[in-house]
């Protein structure tokens, strides 16, 4: 339906500009005719003018001849004469006659000039009319291709129109049946709207008319860049009078403190930035709400209430830095170097200081009042709007004079002050930038005071808006309708609701299938979680059972050793009891090696038995008695080195144990560090690439703003180009109108010209 609405309003606005060029080049085609016809007049009259100069020459020639004539007749009688009474009047006869030759000699000599003079001017004119009239042929064959092209474009546009029209039936045609549909729905659907009880009523839609609100939008932006203009100013003005109020101090002496009265004062305007950034904030948030389709007045302009807000804090802000300036003054009175005449400049700042912030909070009240409109309990009659705006024009004019006294008093005062020769370069520059400041401040409340009295007629008019069941252009209505603020909201989200509802819905699963999809994933989580609660206790499972398999390898070495030992000592028995006659002498020895034996048995973890189920499978013991039978064998020392080879053998095999056990830990510990290695990179990559997005966002936010920059700049562009371009075009169509004027004085000059060549051409073959 958007879309649809859309196509409609494009060829309805390209029907209207089509609409609007048709009887443009109409009037452009007749204009040309008209033209045509009128320089068709003109080459007339050129040639009648021709035609006049002609005769002239003519008639010129005819009495230069007559006279010539006569000359030659005068000559004759004077020679006549002179033959005939030359006797009696010689002398008186001479006089006349020298006295007539001369007469006749002079005028011929005139008539000669004027023969020449008019010989001159009328080639002149010749040429300057050939010339005329070739420029004439030329602009008129220019003028009838242009005629032919205007021609064709007109048949272009009239076909284009035609199509146009059609394709706007057809339009209108589809959306009244839409419209028709649509009514039909709302009727049977919507039976519960009630128009009669004014506070639901306020809650519909009003219908009003689209120019107003886009002029609207225009005057909102317009106010937004002043008003941010006003709101950087001021702060510049900040922060330069806090590097003032810091160099102030050095007029006294170079090493002279800064006051308490100048610290706190300086603290205070050090805090002034973020008022006024809040205040120029506030307001573009309020024009980013003002929209093409949506309804703006005071009641609906809630976005208003924290633009009043912010100007009020800024207010109280300057309420509170006033007392400061006041004592900043009166001590830079107090210092040695101040004259009377800087004290009276001083005394005249604070007072307009004063009527400065007295304006500013009178221009709160007013602001304050108007972001009011739009809460239920402090809305004002709406005829009070007008009293409002009015008020809130007045207070800017008083602001701009205001400030406009203040810019005055304080270059007066740093006039004199730049003299005294304890002025620091650091206070001649901060006084420069407050200057500039305080001229930008002019300026921005100069320019909002033009805006608001320029459009004081659209900011004061009665809105025409109509409601269902009423209207307020409607005089006879008593009470007064209202439209209430959450109508936009409840508007947008509208829009909202209705395109999620037009979009296309996507692929859904069927609900059998969505069932036996979770009954398979709760089973397969299920099996999940039992098959990892299985795997935990098979892993300690496996960890205990490792535990207990290097516990038994560690035993299954020790006996081993033990029963290489044994081994051996059963063969040096042995080979003692093949010896019985050794044996009675080394009983002791005997006994010294089983007690060695004992020992060792003891130390390897209470393994005795094996020790004596090995023993007693041997060939040489007695059971019975307990005793081995000794016979005389090897000597005392070789059972001592066999003890001793036993011990150092158990020693190296638990040494090669435990090699190889830190061995094998060593290559876990190998095998960690790599993973921990490689898990840094990793961490280290993802951290890289966390920064390389972080700076690409940077990157795409800063484009994005130069993007509007652009925007912004390409659309003042285009607004001064439409400018120029209008103003070429009347200067252009100024510039026609003025050639248009010359081709025809110079068409009349020439039609003269030909005029008076016909006469005198007449003239000549009249005499003849």
Request: neutral net charge; glycine residues 2%; hydrophobic residues 30%.
């Amino acid at each position: 339906m958007s879309d649809l609405q859309a196509k409609y309003q494009r060829l309805a606005s390209e029907y209207s500009k089509l609409k609007a060029q048709i009887p443009v080049l109409k009037k452009a085609v007749v204009d040309e005719q008209a033209l045509q016809e009128k320089l068709k007049v003109n080459i007339k009259e050129k040639d009648q003018s021709v035609r006049k100069y002609e005769q002239e020459v003519d008639s010129l020639t005819f009495r230069n001849q007559q006279l010539a004539k006569r000359v030659l007749f005068l000559q004759e009688e004077l020679e006549q004469v002179s033959t005939t009474k030359r006797k009696n009047k010689v002398f008186e006869t001479q006089q006349e006659y020298d006295s007539q030759l001369h007469k006749l000699q002079e005028q011929l000599s005139k008539y000669e000039k004027e023969s020449s003079q008019h010989h001159e001017v009328l080639s002149l004119t010749v040429q300057k009319g050939k010339s005329e009239v070739e420029k004439l042929q030329q602009d008129k064959a220019m003028m009838e291709v242009k005629i032919q092209t205007q021609q064709g474009q007109i048949r272009e546009y009239k076909n284009q129109a035609e199509r146009i029209e059609d394709h706007l039936r057809d339009v209108q045609k589809h959306l009244t049946r839409k419209l028709n549909n649509a009514t039909k729905v709302i009727e049977s659907n919507l039976p519960f709207i009630d128009s009669s009880i004014s506070e639901y009523n306020s809650l519909n839609l009003p219908t009003h008319d689209r120019k107003y609100q886009l002029q609207a939008r225009e005057l909102m932006s317009q106010a937004v860049n002043i008003v941010s203009a006003f709101a950087q100013a001021f702060a510049n003005f900040c922060s330069y009078s806090e590097q003032r109020a810091h160099s102030i101090s050095t007029m006294e002496s170079h090493d002279h403190p800064l006051s308490v009265i100048n610290k706190k004062y300086a603290h205070f305007l050090f805090e002034s930035a973020p008022y006024f950034k809040k205040l120029e904030k506030t307001l573009k948030e309020f024009n980013e709400e003002v929209g093409e389709n949506c309804f703006t007045t005071l009641e609906t302009a809630v976005g208003l209430q924290p633009f009043a807000k912010a100007f009020h804090l800024a207010a109280a802000y300057l309420n509170k830095l006033l007392p400061y300036q006041q004592e900043s003054l009166h001590q830079e009175c107090a210092l040695s170097t101040c004259t009377s005449m800087l004290e009276a400049k001083n005394k005249d700042l604070s007072q307009s200081y004063q009527k400065l912030n007295a304006v500013i909070n009178r221009l709160d009240t007013y602001i304050n009042i108007l972001g009011a409109q739009s809460h239920k309990s402090y809305s004002h009659c709406k005829r009070n709007h007008k009293r409002f705006f009015s008020e809130l024009t007045t207070s800017v004019t008083y602001l701009h004079e205001a400030i406009k006294d203040v810019s005055k008093h304080f270059n007066s005062k740093i006039s004199m002050e730049h003299q005294l020769p304890t002025a620091s370069q650091s206070l001649k520059t901060s006084d420069e930038c407050i200057v500039s400041s305080l001229v930008s401040l002019v300026t921005s409340t100069g320019k909002l005071s033009a805006f608001l009295s320029g459009n004081q007629d659209f900011l004061t008019q009665r809105v025409n808006y109509r409601l269902r069941g009423s209207s307020t252009g409607d005089t006879t209505q008593h009470q007064e309708d209202h439209t209430n603020p959450i109508v936009a909201l409840y508007r947008e989200r509208a829009v909202k609701y209705l395109e999620s509802i037009q979009s296309a819905q996507p692929e859904s699963v069927p609900h059998r299938m969505a069932i036996q999809n979770r009954k398979m994933l709760l089973s397969s989580t299920e099996s999940k979680e039992s098959l990892l609660k299985q795997l935990q206790t098979f892993q300690q499972k496996v960890g205990k059972l490792e535990q207990q398999k290097e516990h038994y390898m560690l035993e299954l070495q020790l006996l081993k050793m033990k029963y290489e030992n044994e081994i051996q000592k059963v063969k040096q028995l042995e080979k003692l009891l093949e010896d019985p006659q050794k044996l009675s002498g080394r009983s002791s020895v005997l006994s010294h090696v089983m007690g060695e034996t004992s020992a060792a048995n003891t130390v390897t973890g209470g393994e005795s038995e094996h020790f004596d189920s090995s023993t007693q499978h041997s060939p040489s013991l007695d059971s019975r008695t307990g005793h081995i039978p000794i016979s005389d064998g090897d000597s005392r020392e070789q059972l001592m080195k066999a003890s001793s080879v036993d011990a150092d053998s158990r020693e190296q095999l638990i040494k090669d144990h435990l090699t190889n056990r830190i061995n094998q830990l060593t290559l876990n510990l190998q095998l960690a560090e790599s993973k921990a290695i490689n898990f840094h990179a990793e961490v280290r990559a993802l951290h890289k690439r966390l920064a390389i997005a972080e700076e690409a966002k940077e990157k795409s936010i800063e484009e994005l703003k130069q993007a509007t920059t652009v925007q912004a700049q390409l659309k003042d562009e285009l607004a001064t180009t439409t400018r120029s371009y209008e103003g070429q075009l009347r200067m252009m169509s100024e510039h026609l109108a003025s050639m248009n004027e010359k081709l025809t004085t110079q068409k009349d000059e020439i039609d003269e010209l030909k005029m008076q060549q016909a006469m005198s051409k007449g003239q000549k073959k009249f005499k003849k």
